[in-house]
C-alpha cells in the first residue's frame, strides 16, 4: 500500500512562509489538492509569486500579445508530416543532497538521471514502442529532444549530472529557491533541472517550473528525487514512489518551462491557448478512462493534466505549436538550440579532474576521503597530485600513479585525515605537470563529525518495535571496515507494535555503525504506529533510543575495554553514588589527580570537559542533567578509562 494515499489532511491546511524574492511573496499549497493529499504541480502558484517581480512574464496578456504573431506563422507553415528539423536542448540535472552516497535518498544514481531523459525524448518525440506513443487523431510528435550537457560554463567537459551537498536535510519552498541561485548553470544555455528531496512546505509537491520571462538565476524545473525518473529502466537502484514513477512530472513541468498550460487552465473558459485541448472543468486524477465536462469529453491523457504517470500519452499539435513559438521567441528558451553545451569541449592532452564521491567518517574523528579521478585528455594519465585539507588547515598532499586511460575514471581511497567534532567543509584538487584545463580540478564538501557512543559492553542488544509498514524498515551493524556482520528487514507490513530482538557480540575492540533505514522516508514513529528501536548493554541499561527519523539514523560505536588502564586500576577507583541525583565523587586512594574529565550522553555527543586541579573538582555536579544513561571519561596523560552513571 502505497503511503500517499494516507497521508494526513494537514496539506489542506494553508501553510506558508516566507519566500526568497525581495518582496517576501507567501508560499501556499496548491488548490488543485488531489484525493491522495499529494500536490501534483506547483507551477501556477508559482508563477503568480514570481509576477509580482517580472509582470510580463508568461501568464500575462502582454506574454500572449508578444507570442502571438510567432504563433500564428508557425502555425501556418504547420503540416501533418514531420520535419527534420529537430530542436535539440541540453540539459543539466543539479543532484541536491546531504553527503549520502551515491544511491541512497537524494543522492539519486546516474540510471536514475538517465532514465528521465530517455522519457522525456520518448513523450516529446511520440517515439513508437514506447510509452509516449498515442494513436490520439491530435497527438503531435513536438520535434523536441533532450540530451545531457556535454561541458559545463566553464568549458570543462561534464556528463551534464551536477551533484552537490546541500549540507540539509531536504529544501522547502525558501530553501530551493536559495539553492536554485547557488547552483544554476546560464539558463540562455541549458535547461536547469533541480531534484532534491523536497520537505517543509514543498512537502507533497511533485514538482514546479518556472515559465518563461522570469529570474535567470532560477529559472528551470525542479521535482522531488521519488518522481524524477522511470521504474520502467530501474536497475535496481532507483528511489521512486508509484503513481507518480514514469517520469512524467518531468514531463508535464518540462512543458510549463516550454510555454504550456495545464488543460484544465481557466476551467471551462478554455484559457490554455490550444483550441485542440478540449475544455477541462477541473484537473483529472488516478486513470480514468474518460470524463465529460463543459460539454466534450477530457483529454485524461493529456499530459498537461493532473492524471496518473502512466495515463499520460499526449501532446496535441496545438501545444507543438506553442512550444515552437516559445523556442522561437522567449528569452532563455530561444538560444537553448545553438548551445554550446551541446558540443564537447576541445580536446587537450591531459586533463585530470577530481570530483568527491563519499567521505567516509570513521570512529573519533577521523575521515576517509574517497575521490572520484577522471581523465578527460586524449593521453594516458600516468601521475596525479591531490591536494586536500578540512577547513582552513594545512594542505596535505598525496601522489597517486597507475594507468588510467583517456575518458576513463577510477575511485581513489585517500589517507585518513584527523578532525574534530562538530560542522567542517573538506577541500580537495588534483594536478599534474600537463595540465592543460583548471576548471575541473577541485572540489569541496560539507560534513559533520559526532562523537561515537563509548561502550565497554562486548554485548549489545537490539530492540526493534515496528510501525504499520515494516515493509520499508531495515537495520545493519558494520564494523570499522565496512562489512556487515548483522542486519534484519525488510519486514511484513501490518504488524504494527511486533516486537523483534537480535545480539550482537563485539568480537574485538573497534568501530561499529549501527544504521537503521526508512525506505519511505519517514521514520518508524509516529504517524503509522508507534515503532522505536532501542540498542541496551548486557545489563540491560539503555545506550540510545529513537524511531522519529526520516531516511535514516545511525549511531557510532566504539567498543573499549573499560578500565584496562593500569593507572586506573592501581588507584582503586570508586564512582558514587550510582544512579546520583546531584552530586557524582571519582575517589582515587593515595594516586596524583587526573588531567581531566569528559561527560558524554547516551548518543555519544560530548557535553562536558573540565580539568582536574584539585580534589574538589572530583564532585561533579549533575543535577542539571536529564534523566537517563550518560558515560565519564576520565583522561590522565594516555590513558582513560569510561564509567557509565544513571541521572535520576
Not at 222 to 249: C, E, M, Q, V, W
Not at 352 to 366: K, R
Not at 504 to 516: K, M, P, Q, T, V
Request: charged share 20%; glycine share 8%.
Amino acid at each position: 500500500m502505497n503511503k500517499l494515499y494516507l497521508a494526513s489532511l494537514c496539506f489542506c491546511l494553508a501553510l506558508c512562509m516566507q519566500g526568497w524574492a525581495q518582496h517576501s511573496p507567501v508560499m501556499k499549497k496548491s488548490s488543485h489538492l488531489q484525493p491522495n493529499s499529494v500536490v501534483r504541480c506547483y507551477s501556477d502558484e508559482y508563477n503568480t509569486i514570481l509576477r509580482n517581480e517580472h509582470p510580463n512574464m508568461m501568464g500575462s496578456k502582454s506574454f500572449e500579445n508578444k507570442l502571438e504573431q510567432t504563433l500564428k506563422d508557425i502555425k501556418s507553415q504547420r503540416n501533418s508530416a514531420a520535419t527534420d528539423d529537430i530542436i535539440v536542448i541540453p540539459v543539466v540535472v543539479h543532484v541536491l543532497h546531504n553527503g549520502e552516497t551515491i544511491g541512497v535518498g537524494p543522492n539519486i544514481t546516474e540510471a536514475q538521471v538517465l532514465s528521465q531523459i530517455t522519457v522525456l525524448n520518448e513523450d516529446y518525440r511520440r517515439l513508437m514502442g514506447t510509452p509516449g506513443y498515442n494513436t490520439h487523431e491530435d497527438g503531435a510528435d513536438v520535434e523536441v529532444e533532450f540530451v545531457l550537457a556535454q561541458q559545463t560554463p566553464e568549458g570543462c567537459p561534464t556528463n551534464g549530472i551536477d551533484r552537490v551537498n546541500i549540507c540539509m536535510d531536504g529544501v522547502g519552498y525558501s530553501d530551493m529557491q536559495s539553492q536554485k541561485t547557488q547552483t544554476y548553470w546560464d539558463p540562455a544555455n541549458y535547461l536547469n533541472m533541480w531534484s532534491a528531496k523536497f520537505i517543509d512546505d514543498l512537502d507533497g509537491i511533485l514538482g514546479y517550473a518556472q515559465f518563461p520571462g522570469g529570474t535567470a538565476s532560477t529559472d528551470g524545473v525542479a521535482s522531488n528525487y521519488t518522481t524524477f525518473g522511470s521504474s520502467d529502466y530501474d536497475d535496481g537502484t532507483f528511489a521512486l514512489i508509484a503513481p507518480y514513477d514514469k517520469g512524467r512530472t518531468m514531463t508535464h513541468e518540462v512543458g510549463h518551462f516550454l510555454g504550456l498550460y495545464h488543460t484544465f487552465q481557466g476551467a471551462c473558459d478554455d484559457e490554455d491557448y490550444c483550441d485542440d485541448t478540449p475544455a477541462v472543468e477541473t484537473a483529472n486524477y488516478g486513470c480514468p478512462e474518460s470524463n465529460y465536462s463543459c460539454d466534450s469529453y477530457d483529454m485524461v491523457e493529456n499530459f498537461m493534466d493532473y492524471t496518473n504517470d502512466e495515463c499520460m500519452n499526449v501532446f496535441t499539435n496545438d501545444q507543438k505549436a506553442r512550444i515552437l513559438a516559445v523556442l522561437s521567441a522567449s528569452t532563455n528558451r530561444a538560444s537553448l538550440e545553438d548551445s554550446p553545451a551541446l558540443s564537447a569541449p576541445l580536446e587537450v592532452a591531459s586533463d585530470p579532474s577530481v570530483a568527491i564521491d563519499e567521505l567516509q567518517i570513521g570512529c573519533g574523528a577521523s575521515i576517509t576521503p574517497i575521490v572520484r579521478l577522471s581523465n578527460y585528455g586524449t593521453q594516458t594519465l600516468t601521475t596525479a597530485t591531490f591536494q586536500c585539507y578540512i577547513d582552513d588547515t594545512t594542505p596535505i598532499t598525496f601522489s597517486w600513479s597507475g594507468s588510467l586511460d583517456p575518458q576513463s575514471s577510477v575511485q581513489v581511497a585517500l589517507e585518513p585525515m584527523e578532525t574534530t567534532a562538530g560542522d567542517h567543509t573538506f577541500y580537495v584538487s588534483v594536478a599534474n605537470e600537463l595540465n592543460a584545463r583548471t576548471c575541473n580540478d577541485s572540489d569541496s564538501t560539507c560534513f559533520n563529525v559526532s562523537d561515537a557512543l563509548q561502550v565497554a559492553a562486548s554485548q549489545i542488544n537490539l530492540t526493534l518495535t515496528l510501525d504499520v509498514f515494516g515493509s520499508e524498515t531495515t537495520w545493519s551493524l558494520q564494523d570499522g571496515e565496512g562489512v556487515v556482520l548483522y542486519s534484519g528487514g525488510p519486514y511484513t507490513d501490518g504488524n504494527s507494535g511486533a516486537v523483534f530482538t537480535e545480539t550482537f557480540e563485539l568480537g574485538n575492540e573497534d568501530c561499529y555503525l549501527f544504521s537503521i533505514n526508512d525506505t519511505y522516508g519517514d521514520g518508524i514513529c509516529c504517524t503509522y504506529g508507534e515503532g522505536s528501536y532501542v540498542l541496551t548493554d548486557e545489563e540491560g541499561s539503555i545506550l540510545v533510543e529513537g524511531g522519529d527519523f526520516e531516511d535514516m539514523e545511525s549511531v557510532t560505536i566504539q567498543y573499549e575495554t573499560l578500565g584496562s588502564a593500569d593507572y586506573f586500576v592501581e588507584a582503586g577507583m570508586k564512582v558514587y553514588p550510582n544512579p546520583t541525583s546531584d552530586i557524582l565523587i571519582v575517589k582515587l586512594g593515595a594516586h596524583e589527580l587526573p588531567d581531566s574529565y569528559e561527560i558524554y550522553n547516551a548518543l555519544g555527543q560530548n557535553i562536558r570537559h573540565e580539568e582536574i586541579s584539585s580534589e574538589e573538582d572530583l564532585s561533579i555536579n549533575v543535577s542539571s542533567y536529564s534523566q537517563g544513561l550518560y558515560f565519564l571519561k576520565l583522561n590522565k596523560g594516555q590513558q582513560n578509562v569510561f564509567v557509565q552513571f544513571l541521572k535520576n
